[in-house]
Every structure is written in C-alpha cells, then in structure tokens.
C-alpha cells in the first residue's frame, strides 16, 4: 500500500510543479531579454547601413559623373520619407491586425506602441524599427533602374503612394498574418516582399520612363568603381543585420542564416565573375560586385531554412542565372535598366525563393520544409512569387501612370543631357 502512495504522492508533486510553472513559462514569451533587444539594436542599425551609405555609393559609382549626386540624394531622402510614412500608417497597413491582405488604421501614429509594448522578447519600438529599415530599402532599390533620367519631386511622389499601397500590403501577406503566411510559405528575410517587389516595381519604372538618351549606342560606363566597391562591401556587413536579425533573436537559428548568408554570397560573386571570366576574357571588379549582392538577395528569403550545402547551391544558381539577365537577358529585350535592379533583385529573389523549397529539404541538409513534401512547397514558393509579381506590377504600372499624368516623370532632354546633379539639385559631385 505504501508504495502505491508514494507513487500517487510523487504524481501529485509533479503536477504541482507544473501548474506553478505554467503561468512562468507564459509569462516568459512576454519577457524582455536584453541579449535579444541589443542584437535587434544592432541588426536595427546594420540595415539602415545598408541604404545609407552602403546601396547609396554602390550605385553612385555606377552612374556617370554628372548624376552621382543625384543618386544619393534619392536614397537618402528616401530614407527620410519611409520613416515619416512608415510611422504615419505603414507599420499600421503592414503590422496591424486587419485581415488576409492588409493591416488596416488601427494603428496609424504607432497608436497603442508604448515605451512598455513588447513584440516577443524584444520592444515593440525595435521591432517597428528594424521593420522600418526594411521599408527604406526597398523602394530605395528602385532607384538603380531609373537612374539619370526621373524627375526628382515625381520620384517623391511615386515612392509615398508605393509603400503605402504595394510595399505594406505586401508585407502584411508574408509577415503580417495575411494570406501568404498562412500558406506555409518560405520566406525568412524578404525575398517576396522587399527584393522581387523591387525588382518589378523597378522594371515598370524604367518601361514607363523610356530608354537614357543615347542608350544602348552611347557608351554609359560607371564612372567611380571604387565607390561601388565600397558599396558592395558595406551592403555585404550589413545584409547580416538584414538576415540574421529577421530571426528577432540572439539564437541558434540566427547565427546559422549568418553562416548560410556568407556561404551563397561568396558562392554567387565567385559564380559570377568566373562567368564573366569565360564569356570575356576578365574578370571585373563591378562582376564580382554583382554576384556578391545577386548571392545575398537569393539568401534572403532562404537563410532561416538552408544548411550551408544548401547555401553553396542556391549562390551557384544566383550567380550564374542573374548574370545572364544582366547581360543576355537585358540586351535580348531591350529594356534600359540602368543599374540592372530587375536583373540582380528580382531575378535572383525569384531564384532564391522559389529554391527555399528545394534546399530547406534535410536532403540538401536543411532545416525542413513548411510543407509535408518538396513539391508542395515548391508550388508554394511559386504561388508567393506569382502573387507578388503580379500585384506589385500592375499596381506600380497605375502609380505610375496617374503620377506621369499628373506630374510628368521624366526630366527634359536639356535637363538630362546637362545631368541631375545641375539640373535637379544645382550642385556638382566633383570640382571640375
């Protein structure tokens, strides 16, 4: 008998251990942690590194000398312009509670964001943030498709109504509790929704605008190679922020979206120049440049679900399939994509996410599917991409429209030919 009693008594005390420390383990979920919040500070920073200064002098030095001002003074007012939008309704249309395809008002001014509101285990001040970097860089990736020919207050005005009706809702579908989260789709750091919806959004820009003066037959070379160098690199330190810190944590899985995104990076810029290599007898140094950011966009949607086997195949892929739309697939169709954002950022984020439903798979030494089986979560992939492409381009194509009927968007012959620098800003990169 006593040893029964024992048994009933040790079964009582265990049960009672567990109910004292369910309500600790809820409470924990809502637990500030100061090693999440300053790894969140940091990725915070790291992203905004990314526009300003690093995609900033990436395609500064890309353009000719006339026009290296006016690159930058569009991603940095950019940069200032998502932040007052982001605060005003973005983060309401893109993080509020609303339904399948937006967020709705609820939240508009950061209404209910308090010093005290948390997001998980970091505050939900870091969170908007870190989500408002995001919100700078993407449309602030346009910019390289446009370059040296769009009208400064028409760019403005584009890029208000954009975030609000392409970017917010298209980031509510894949991170906000809307239809495409629900779908079980991969995608960890933005592939859908920052760099395939530039990338179309930035190939409607350049449609409607029309060809640079003189191009292709004029030659239109990067005229400082060392900035965009300097760029590249800077984007390069600062994607970590943009990846590992999507995990919104200081753990395991972000440490490994760190290895994975430095494994495909090096893999694409090595992919890419070893293809230029063949096809022209050197190796540039805007090739490798190239690869290494086409590898870091193919990561993006990826890197929460890939092993670094993974991370070598996908960067082999992006490199080599995103060279050949900057260069076959771009003079094949005739389009003047001045910076090439449609051939590395929509083309390498299409690769890249439509392979997270290859390689997550423990075959390739992922972390596992969303998805019982490779195909459907490849046909999920597929779907997110479609989506994306489709709203993304026909609601930029109306933007567009509307506000080059309204405003004009292109600059006049004279203004383009004297270059933006003088024409837009009446200033000069360079003392000449």
Known sequence: MK????????????????????????????????????????????????????????????????NVLSVLMQCFAITCLMSIIWVVCGYSLAFGEGNAFWGGFGNMFLSGLSVDSLSGSIPETVFMTFQMTFAIITPALMVGAFAERVKFSSMLA??????????????????????????????????????????????????????????????????????????????????????????????????????????????????????????????????IASGAVAGLVAITPACGNLGPMGAILLGLAAGLISFLAA???????????????????????????????????????????????????????IKAVAYTIVYCGVATLVILKVVDAVMGLRVTEEEEVEGLDISSHNERGYDL
């Open 158 to 287: 584009v890029m208000a109504i954009w975030v609000v009706i392409v970017y917010a809702p298209i980031c509510h579908w894949v991170w906000g509790g809307g239809l495409l989260g629900d779908d079980g789709v991969i995608d960890f750091a933005g592939g859908t929704v920052v760099h395939i919806n530039a990338g179309i959004a930035g190939l409607m820009f350049c449609l409607v605008l029309g060809k640079r003066k003189g191009y292709p037959g004029t030659p239109m070379k990067p005229h400082n190679l060392g900035l965009t160098m300097i760029g590249a690199a800077m984007l390069w330190v600062g994607w970590f922020g943009f990846n590992a810190g999507s995990e919104l944590a200081a753990d395991n899985a972000a440490g490994m979206a760190m290895a994975v995104t430095q494994i495909c990076t090096a893999m694409a810029a090595l992919t890419w120049m070893f293809a230029e290599w063949i096809t022209t007898g050197k190796p540039s140094a805007l090739g």
């Open 327 to 381: 260069t076959k697939l771009k003079q094949m169709m005739g389009y003047d994509d001045s910076l090439d954002v449609f051939g590395v950022h929509a083309v390498a984020g299409i690769v890249g996410a439509v392979l997270a439903g290859v390689f997550a798979s423990p075959t390739f030494g992922g972390l596992g599917l969303n998805h019982e089986t490779m195909g459907a979560q490849v046909f999920a992939q």
């Open 3 to 66: 040893p029964i009693l024992k048994r009933i008594g040790a079964a009582l005390s265990g049960l009672g251990a567990i109910l004292f420390l369910l309500p600790q383990v809820a409470l924990a979920e809502d637990t500030l942690s100061a090693g999440d919040t300053a790894w969140m500070l940091t990725a915070t920073v790291l992203v905004l590194f990314m526009t300003i200064p690093g995609l900033s002098l990436f395609y500064a030095g890309m353009v000719r000398s006339k």
